[in-house]
């Protein structure tokens, strides 16, 4: 059963929160939210409202990878995941998973380097172990990919979204290494890019300023 991006970033939300928050877990519709918009350790960074949330969330709950908890005297609803029983994964690997599914594609190191107290890995070797079990899964959870010229290491993704959309991450991703910018280009680009940033925060500082005068 292939999810959508969204349904995969809200997933990856609820299991992280899980194992970082466990107080503050299962989690609100405002919770939720709020960490699938986070701006550090995501990859896309998001922006989805509550409603959108909501509605990822209903088509997650008939698919069966998400429950509502009606909690005694809490005025919200809130929710978890299923994966753990959904695909009989233990915590290292639903770490593992949990964090391609936050971060994009990784190498064992990376993924060992950022899992934090999602998981205490020993070793490179352990997540190495991990992930194979989810490439072994039928139908599998995750792939290795071809590595790319120039590289040392092997790079993972999850196939939630489907082998397609995986086909076409790989063919952007050999696309951008294939096309070497000289340094100096790039960094009249960043240049270009930061100008056109600072002229569009001052625009927006105007637009406030003339909007707050209203009420002034």
Same mark, same amino acid.
């Given at each position: !059963? ?43 960074? !998001? ?37 753990? !029983? ?78 397609? !959309? ?12 294939s096309v070497e910018t000289p340094r100096q280009d790039r960094v009249a680009q960043l240049e270009a890019e930061v100008a056109l940033l600072r002229g569009e925060l001052e625009r927006l ?10 009420f002034d």
């Amino acid at each position: !059963m292939l999810l959508d991006p969204f349904e995969v970033r809200v997933l990856a939300v609820l299991a992280e929160k899980e194992a970082l928050t466990p107080d503050n877990y299962p989690l609100s519709l405002n919770a939720l939210t709020n960490g699938c918009n986070q701006l550090s350790s995501r990859d896309p960074v !998001m922006s989805l409202s509550e409603e959108m949330v909501q509605e990822v969330l209903q088509r997650l709950v008939d698919k069966k990878f998400v429950s509502e908890v009606r909690q005694a005297g809490a005025r919200v609803v809130k929710y978890e995941h299923r994966m753990r !029983m959904k695909w009989a994964l233990e915590q290292d690997k639903l770490a593992v998973l949990t964090l391609l599914m936050l971060r994009g594609t990784q190498t064992a190191g990376e993924i060992r380097s950022r899992s934090g107290r999602l998981h205490d890995f020993a070793s490179v070797a352990d997540v190495e172990a991990a992930l194979q079990f989810l490439i072994d899964k039928y139908p599998p959870l995750a792939a290795r990919l071809p590595r790319a010229p120039g590289t040392k290491e092997a790079r993972y993704a999850h196939l939630l979204c489907g082998e397609e !959309m995986l086909e076409r991450l790989e063919t952007a991703a050999g696309f951008s290494a294939s096309v070497e910018t000289p340094r100096q280009d790039r960094v009249a680009q960043l240049e270009a890019e930061v100008a056109l940033l600072r002229g569009e925060l001052e625009r927006l500082s105007e637009q406030f300023d003339s909007f707050r005068k209203q009420f002034d």
